[in-house]
């Protein structure tokens, strides 16, 4: 090789480099005066969370969405500074990030039309818990296997209640249901059976069947002293005249809807930080699928 071809090489990666910091630049800039506008910090990322929705958040940060959240913000060279509501998780789009309370809201649903929604950085679904010696390995909710099951526990206003209903276990089953929330009134009011309930009642033979989202119950199926199995359900609700309701959900971060610089800036940072990400949701014991894009 001549020198004039070394020159001339070094020259065009030279050129492409300052192009590059260039670009980046230029990105970085659309971030600060999205950021200015927004009127938050540039070197900060405020993540909205609630003190009651573990194991997804808690007050001491050690939910697993709060860790991943602490990852998104460092890949993103920002603070993460976490603004804590002590209300639902259910709330935090409508009373804290429309509000511009916070900038993030981790765990959305790819396609939650009330947030810009980035990339998925996780994909699972609804499950059955049961204890292992029974051997119930079917993920069909209509199977037999489920059918011949007695009592099932289940959380509120999700496709579990509409299962039991298909399965005709909904009536036999409200009292045992209603019991697990100490018989409150659901009218006017957000009551949920917590995850870790759902576990304990399957561990201790009290249901035989627990039907939730995966990241619900993960965490305390893995810690249960009595083996348990947790089993990815394979069978969509079908609903004649109307679109199914689907048991695999892709996750995401979501963000204002006038925040696109914003989401630009996740997206590039949930690549980075996707090794990081994958260990924290293998170490919570979530069963991963293949994100659906």
Excluded at 205 to 230: C, M, N, Q
Aim: glycine content about 6%; overall charge negative.
């Amino acid at each position: 090789m001549s020198t004039r071809q070394v020159v001339s090489r070094l020259a065009i990666a030279a050129g492409l480099a300052f192009s590059g910091f260039a670009i980046a630049g230029l990105a970085d800039a659309a971030t600060v005066e999205a950021d200015k506008a927004a009127g938050r910090n540039p070197h900060e990322l405020r993540i909205c969370a609630s003190n009651v929705e573990a194991p997804f958040s808690a007050p001491d940060s050690s939910g697993f969405e709060d860790r991943i959240a602490v990852v998104l913000a460092q890949a993103m060279g920002r603070k993460p500074v976490f603004v804590r509501s002590d209300q639902p998780g259910i709330y935090l789009v409508r009373d804290q990030l429309d509000k511009n309370n916070c900038d993030v809201v981790m765990g959305v649903d790819v396609g939650d039309e009330r947030v810009l929604a980035s990339k998925p950085y996780y994909r699972t679904g609804y499950v059955l818990v049961t204890k292992a010696d029974r051997n119930i390995t079917t993920g069909d909710w209509e199977d037999q296997q489920i059918k011949d099951q007695t009592r099932f526990a289940v959380r509120f206003y999700s496709p579990a209640e509409t299962m039991l209903k298909r399965i005709g276990r909904f009536e036999d089953n409200a009292a045992y249901m209603y019991s697990l929330v100490n018989f409150k009134s659901r009218r006017n009011q957000w009551i949920q059976v917590p995850g870790d309930r759902i576990v304990t009642e399957v561990a201790s033979g009290e249901a035989d069947v627990g039907i939730a989202f995966a990241p619900e119950v993960a965490r305390y199926v893995k810690s249960s002293s009595t083996p348990l199995r947790i089993t990815v359900i394979t069978k969509d609700i079908d609903r004649p005249n109307d679109t199914p309701i689907p048991m695999h959900y892709d996750q995401a971060v979501g963000v204002r809807k006038n925040d696109p610089e914003l989401l630009k800036e996740i997206n590039a940072a949930l690549e980075k930080a996707r090794p990081q990400i994958e260990q924290i949701l293998t170490q919570e014991g979530i069963p991963l699928l293949e994100p659906n894009t």
